[in-house]
Nanobody, 123 residues
Framework: QVQLVEAGGALVQAGGSLRLSCAAS????????MGWWRQAPGLEREFVAA???????DIRNFLTGRFFISRVTANHTTFLQMNNLKPEDTAVYFCSAGPAGRGFFWERDYDYWGQGTQVTVSS
């Protein structure tokens, strides 16, 4: 199986930046795409961004220009760079991983999930 460990969540003031990381281990051969999601209190989990090992990226339209996703294939880690953070970005951010042959936008596209890391943006 695949294990995902997120890191980097913190309390930050509005306008600040954070970089989240997600390290994958275990059966790396089972995954092709890694994604980031977030869940704010009282809301459903929503797609943020995804990246394949080939470097193809997808980012939620309303986050482009502020959020960026990247990866380091050598150590199977993906990063979510978040700039100009806003209070509405406050959420638990989750990492996910899925195989080739699926999409990127739906939770069902991913088989593995991390525990999440809290991001809180104060106004």
């Amino acid at each position: 199986q695949v294990q995902l460990v997120e890191a980097g969540g913190a309390l930050v003031q509005a306008g600040g930046s954070l970089r989240l990381s997600c390290a994958a281990s275990g059966r790396i051969d089972l995954i092709y795409r890694m994604g980031w999601w977030r869940q704010a209190p009282g809301l459903e989990r929503e797609f943020v961004a995804a990246i394949t090992w080939d470097g193809d990226t997808d980012i939620r339209n309303f986050l482009t220009g502020r959020f960026f996703i990247s990866r380091v294939t050598a150590n199977h880690t993906t990063f979510l760079q978040m700039n100009n953070l806003k209070p509405e970005d406050t959420a638990v951010y989750f990492c996910s991983a899925g195989p080739a042959g699926r999409g990127f936008f739906w939770e069902r596209d991913y088989d593995y999930w991390g525990q999440g890391t809290q991001v809180t943006v104060s106004s």
